[in-house]
């Protein structure tokens, strides 16, 4: 019996749908050569992660292991699988291996965080192999929500394994590959270990649709308008971007694109080639002198993003152009749960100035890039793996997936982040549990989820912040009373009187009952003001706020 192992190990996206991070391993137990399968973001949110920029799996495990790794493969260039690679770079220092179009992206981040562009290493689709290791991997080509997504095979001395990346089931996507049954069937044919598998919408009852049957729907909505037409969806989403300008060329519109991200993607596609035209575009000045019923802008902010090109419209002009009442303004996209309230916030304000708003309620305006339930099962049936493990999905999915595949007769592992899982024999099993947590991206540092920042900012935004500053001389008697600094409160608690006032009076009672030993102990000092402010503050406005506590001194 070998002493060797196959492992498999989830630091992000299992669990949750978002900052993907997956790793392989195979070796002697703990010193394994692995290799990492994208390295993503989450986007964060004012209740949970205020002031936080984005926030990447906490990859301290991996930092331990830095020797070990062998090489990052990057599925595809959505940020939820490789918005942290720049970031996690410097750290890991390990090739990175990518298709084209995710290079080109991939190297663009890299370039913005001052790393050399040449860690990133352009692979080619199957057959195309790269030896990293143990391990001899290729991208096989499988249609998306963005060009060039792969799945990965991974031939291990243990056996095949697939790992699906995000996909879907879509014979004419548009831009990108089609699906291919034939050459999956060929890949799969002498057996495969494991499918680490998809999961986003496994909920979904009805075969997924492909991206062609948009284009009659959206020709008739966009030539039957009036005013201006603007559009927005994920600007990855390529295929859907040119879809929606070949929409406007064909009503005799002018294409405006609004938002880096846009003109970015667009120009990553026609320079790697995986778009071959696209309707000529004119620039914002040029747009001013256009009629308004000849002009169409695809722009960023689908998601209700208050930076992006839509947020920037509904609240007045952006680079010159407004948007006025009569025009249309189309949600080619589905709104991420979490973003419900952004999106909505800017449907009422394009509301208030008259425009008409259309969303994918409808059905007909947008097809999710990924498979759904009846497509996963497809992809089951012509994989056909001992084992599958489902990925990206929060645990509800993960669950629900595992018994389709049982219900198939495929072993099941449910495996969330943190979750090892040994592949090595016929029966899968945790072989241990890794901590696992998130990494915060705050402004230009990292900041790990225990270290207390966010949970103060949380504390603050909740319940406000006092400053309070007390002076005592050479003898360890209060100079004067203590005076507080309020941020985040209300000026007047129930009393009437202002609340500083207040505060201040009971600081200062305080002061004069304490004994000696208090006022010559900066602990106990410190912690009988918090206490008493926290109190008094209670008893004025129902809140206890957070306390920063300066006591000076003269000696």
Not at 58 to 79: G, M, N, S
Not at 165 to 189: H, M, N, Q, S
Not at 405 to 431: H, Q, R, W, Y
Request: aromatic share 6%.
């Amino acid at each position: 019996m070998s002493s060797e192992r196959l492992i498999y190990l989830p630091l992000g996206g299992a669990g949750e749908i978002g900052m993907n991070a997956y790793v392989y391993g195979y070796g002697k137990p703990g010193k394994e050569r692995l290799i990492v399968v994208d390295l993503g973001v989450a986007f964060p949110d004012m209740d949970s992660s205020p002031g936080v920029d984005l926030i990447i799996a906490d990859i301290a495990w991996l930092r331990a292991r830095k020797d070990q790794i062998e090489a990052v493969f990057v599925t595809h260039a959505h940020e939820d699988h490789v918005g942290g690679v720049s970031h996690t770079y410097g750290q890991l220092q390990a090739p990175i291996y990518a298709r084209k179009f995710t290079a080109n992206i991939t190297k663009r981040k890299m370039d913005e965080h001052g790393h050399p562009d040449d860690a990133v290493r352009v692979i080619g689709a199957w057959p195309e192999q790269i030896d990293a290791g143990p391990f001899t991997v290729g991208f096989l080509p499988i249609s998306h929500s963005i060009p060039e997504s792969s799945a990965l095979v991974i031939d291990t001395p243990a056996g095949r394994v697939i790992h699906s990346g995000d996909f879907k089931i879509d014979r004419t996507p548009g831009v990108g590959e089609a699906y291919d049954p034939d050459l999956w069937a060929e890949v799969c044919k002498d057996g495969i270990k494991a499918l680490i598998c998809d999961s986003t919408n496994v909920f979904s009852p009805d075969p997924g649709r492909s991206e062609a049957t948009l284009g009659p729907a959206l020709e008739e909505l966009v030539s039957a308008a009036e005013g201006m037409v603007v559009a927005t969806t994920f600007a990855s989403n390529v295929a859907r971007v040119k879809t929606l300008a070949m929409a406007a060329d064909k009503a005799g519109r002018s294409v405006v694109l609004l938002g880096r991200a846009m003109k970015r993607m667009v120009e990553a596609s026609l320079e790697t080639g995986v778009m071959k035209d696209f309707p000529p575009i004119v620039s914002p000045e040029e747009a001013r002198g256009i009629p308004r019923e000849n002009l169409m802008l695809l722009v960023t902010g689908s998601q209700g993003e208050r930076r992006a090109a839509s947020a920037q419209l509904a609240r007045g002009k952006f680079q010159g152009i407004e948007m006025k009442e009569g025009d249309l303004f189309l949600f080619s996209s589905k709104t991420i749960p979490g973003n419900e309230k952004g999106v909505i916030r800017i449907m009422n304000q394009f509301s208030e100035r008259g425009v008409d708003v259309v969303d994918d309620s409808s059905g007909r305006y947008h097809v999710s890039g990924h498979a759904n339930r009846p497509d996963l099962e497809t992809l089951h049936d012509v994989v056909k793996p001992q084992v599958l493990i489902p990925m990206h999905g929060e645990h509800r999915h993960l669950r629900e997936h595992v018994k389709i595949a049982e219900g198939k007769g495929i072993a099941g592992v449910l495996a969330v982040n943190g979750m090892m899982i040994d592949l090595s024999g016929n029966e899968p099993k945790v072989a241990e549990y890794v901590e696992t947590g998130r990494t915060y991206i705050d402004g230009s540092v990292q900041i790990g989820a225990l270290d207390g920042v966010v949970r103060d900012r949380i504390r603050m935004a909740l319940n406000g912040h006092v400053t309070v500053t007390v002076i005592l001389d050479d003898e360890d008697e209060p100079l004067g009373d203590p005076w507080v600094d309020t941020m985040g409160l209300p000026e007047v608690g129930k009393s009437g009187a202002p609340l500083a006032d207040v505060l201040e009076e009971d600081l200062s009672q305080f002061l004069g009952r304490s004994k000696a030993a208090t006022l010559r102990d900066d602990t106990k000092l410190n912690d009988g003001l918090k206490r008493v402010l926290r109190q008094s503050a209670q008893e004025e406005i129902g809140k206890k706020p957070e306390v920063t506590v300066v006591v000076s001194r003269l000696s």
